[in-house]
């Protein structure tokens, strides 16, 4: 399936990416601007995206995967292939997270304050300690913002990628995973946009951020495209389906589920990932 640079199916897969990525800002708009704080809400829609997630890439990217291999191979051989590269795509997204772990819920206030308890501060007056240990913290979380914009950027890179050319191959499937992806994406904003905020007291900082990392997942669609683009053969297309279903399967195991049971407190999280199910089961049944 070759595309042209400029066509119109191009341009829809990455304007669909690129939405995906800006619920990062909307993350950011409501803690800085609005200060939302429902988490079962919370917990329910980060199981809706983990359940989504799972059944689209299972389902329909990994089959998809399977047919664009049977194309280059024998049948046996395609479903190998597509099995080989799905654990390629997990091992991928393991190996990011190894290395570059992503924070879930950032650093809390306790947590601020432990560390800076820690600071050999020396015997101050109470007025010179308290401005030390404001400065401290700040400096602190402002770090600890830092670490947690590059590491959710990076993360968001392959996002992008598998948005892109499942939305390439069948908007349907593309659009179910940048749903699936930009709920997620809207408590990434969150745990970029609080430590900005309170190390700056800047709300445009804050937002700021939050759409540079947004932009890495249209970054991570060019860039898979400009480097695929003159080799998208069927075998090709089959490992990259493979790899993607792969990798976001790994995302919704590792960060999705285990973060919204964190924030339930209740049946939350097994409702989220079912009504999440369901309601990409349905969409792909409407509109085969």
């Known amino acids: 399936m070759n595309q042209e640079f400029f066509s119109p199916a191009v341009w829809t897969a990455l304007a669909i990416a690129l939405g995906a990525g800006m619920a990062t800002v909307l993350g950011g708009v409501l803690v800085v601007f609005f200060k939302a704080n429902n988490t079962r809400l919370l917990s329910f829609g980060l199981a809706f995206s983990g359940g989504a997630m799972v059944y689209v890439s299972l389902v329909e990217i990994f089959a998809k995967a399977q047919i664009s291999f049977a194309a280059a191979l024998e049948p046996q051989a395609a479903y190998a292939a597509a099995t080989i590269f799905f654990f390629v795509g997990v091992g991928l997204l393991f190996a990011i997270d190894r290395f570059i772990p992503n924070p879930h819920n950032g650093m809390s206030e306790e947590d601020v304050r432990a560390a800076a308890r820690e600071l050999a501060l020396g015997d101050l007056s109470n007025l010179a300690r308290n401005e030390l240990e404001d400065a401290a913290n700040r400096k602190l979380v402002a770090r600890v913002g830092l670490l947690a914009a590059l590491a959710i950027t990076a993360h968001n890179l392959p996002e992008g990628l598998a948005t892109f050319f499942a939305t390439l191959d069948n908007p349907t499937v593309g659009l179910a995973l940048a749903v699936a992806i930009a709920v997620h994406n809207i408590p990434e904003g969150v745990s970029i946009a609080v430590p900005v ?9 804050a937002v700021l951020a939050t759409l540079v990392s947004g932009l890495a997942e249209p970054l991570g ?27 976001m399967v790994f995302l919704a195991l590792d960060e999705l589920l285990p973060a919204a049971r964190t924030y339930s407190k209740g049946h939350e999280t097994v409702y989220g990932m079912l009504v999440g199910m369901a309601v990409i089961a349905l969409s792909l049944v409407l509109f085969k």
């Open 197 to 205: 905020y309170y190390a700056t007291g800047s709300r445009g900082k």
């Open 221 to 247: 669609a060019i860039i898979g495209y400009v480097l695929l683009a003159g080799v998208l053969t069927p075998f090709v297309f089959g490992a990259v389906f493979a790899v993607i279903a792969g990798a």
